[in-house]
């Protein structure tokens, strides 16, 4: 037996209708499920998307922050540096003996030796310095 063009044109109506009813029944369906996930996941992907806008706003206030205090912090070390230096020049200063006070062999001479050698010493500034000095 042999299928004429009407018969086959008739099974393939048949299997093309039972494919259509299962693609209407099975996979549509489904497709429509992964539709409403991946709208799902856009919302989700969205939400995050705004949370990471502001997690990043948020970061880079504190690396503004982080940056600022950086700067005072190197400056007040400078500034920390120079003070332990001062402090150190005057520890120097304090432990160095002074040349300020009169010498040993001035402070044995008599007084009136004393006040001569004085008078000596300020009339050689006065006449180095210009100065003229009121006489008595």
């Given at each position: 037996?042999?299928?004429t063009k009407d018969n086959l044109a008739a099974i393939e109506t048949v299997v093309v209708n039972s494919i259509n009813q299962a693609v209407d029944h099975i996979v549509i369906p489904r497709f429509d499920e992964l539709d409403q996930q991946v709208d799902g996941l856009r919302v989700t992907?969205?939400?995050h998307g705004i949370v990471l806008?502001?997690?990043t706003r948020i970061l880079n206030e504190h690396s503004n922050r982080l940056r600022l205090l950086t700067d005072k912090v190197d400056d007040s070390s400078g500034?920390?540096?120079?003070?332990e230096a001062d402090i150190r020049e005057l520890y120097v200063l304090i432990k160095a003996p002074s040349n300020l006070g009169p010498s040993k062999s001035f402070t044995k001479l008599p007084t009136n030796k004393k006040i001569l050698a004085l008078h000596a010493e300020v009339t050689a500034l006065a006449k180095q310095f210009g100065v003229?000095?009121?006489k008595n």
């Open positions: 037996m042999s299928l992907l969205n939400d806008d502001e997690h500034k920390l540096q120079a003070i003229v000095l009121p």
